[in-house]
């Protein structure tokens, strides 16, 4: 105890001088840190309401707004102000089947088309385009990738010239991560679904109009006049070759393969039975 007294004595007989300086030097001190805290608190709001009024731009996949199953790629800018000089950035750049040159049911994947930049894209304005089809892409299956990731770059003001002012410093670049995946998308199981109920309704539709069809012989069958008759028979073997007529167009549109055993059917059918093939 005799230290912790003669201590005590060393610092109560010091003199007014001593006790001034350090009463200097306990506020300089708390003055550095108020002045060290006052300014992370200002860092700290600037930071947030930087980030509350920056753009922020994402790129997802939507289903189109007509046919669902055909999916857009979407760039959209979800901030308060305007994003300029829009890039992307993919390691495994987004493909896509090039399906108008198919051949034997195979077709190549090519990488999606993006544009190189977007100049500007207004607080919730977007930029979209149709990517693809998840029926045609799950009929491919695992011939064509289906999850990319990358990156969006972006700026939230226009480039211009620093000219003779070099000491200020440039705008900050911006990137917002990107995943995107068709794995991920709920449609795949919709599909099947969808298909499945449009199947069923074509097979209602055939037999309404099968009802149709025995409902107007009920009634035609019933007529006695015999010109009145033979304009009903012509009438429906009019509708009759209307209908075939249809159906041999569309089957004349059909791939190559199939147009040719057409006419080969054509052939065949307009010849007589004792003429040669």
């Known amino acids: 105890m005799g230290w912790v007294q003669s201590s005590w004595h060393e610092v109560t007989d010091v003199g007014s001088g001593t006790w001034i ?111 693809d089809s998840a029926l045609d892409r799950k009929e491919i299956g695992t011939g064509i990738e289906s999850r990319f990731t990358g990156t969006v770059n972006y700026y939230d003001r226009p480039e211009a010239p620093r000219g003779w002012r070099f000491w200020e410093r440039g705008r900050p670049a911006l990137q917002t991560e990107v995943v995107l995946d068709w794995d991920a998308l709920p449609p795949v199981q919709r599909i099947e679904l969808m298909t499945t109920h449009d199947l069923a309704k074509r097979e209602k539709q055939k037999l309404e109009l099968l009802r149709g069809l025995l409902t107007y012989f009920h009634y035609a069958s019933k007529e006695t006049r015999p010109e009145v008759f033979r304009s009903e028979i012509e009438r429906i073997n009019k509708a009759v070759a209307e209908t075939q007529d249809r159906w041999r167009t569309r089957q004349l549109d059909a791939p190559t393969d199939v147009r040719l055993r057409w006419s080969n059917a054509e052939d065949d059918l307009n010849q007589h039975p004792g003429q040669p093939a």
């Not at 860092?43 to 009024?53: C, I, M, S, V």
Request: aromatic share 10%; no cysteine; glycine share 4%.
């Open 21 to 131: 300086a350090w009463a200097a030097w306990a506020a300089i001190a708390l003055a550095i840190i108020t002045l060290v805290f006052t300014n992370h608190q200002i860092n700290r709001n600037r930071r947030a309401a930087t980030e509350q009024t920056r753009p922020h731009v994402g790129m997802l996949m939507e289903p189109h707004a007509a046919d669902w199953h055909v999916i857009e790629l979407v760039v959209k800018n979800f901030g308060r102000t305007a994003a300029y000089n829009v890039q992307f950035a993919f390691a495994n750049p987004p493909t896509v089947a090039e399906y108008e040159n198919s051949t034997d049911g195979y077709a190549d994947v090519a990488e999606l088309q993006l544009p190189r930049e977007l100049p500007v894209l207004a607080p919730g304005q977007e930029w979209r385009m149709v990517w």
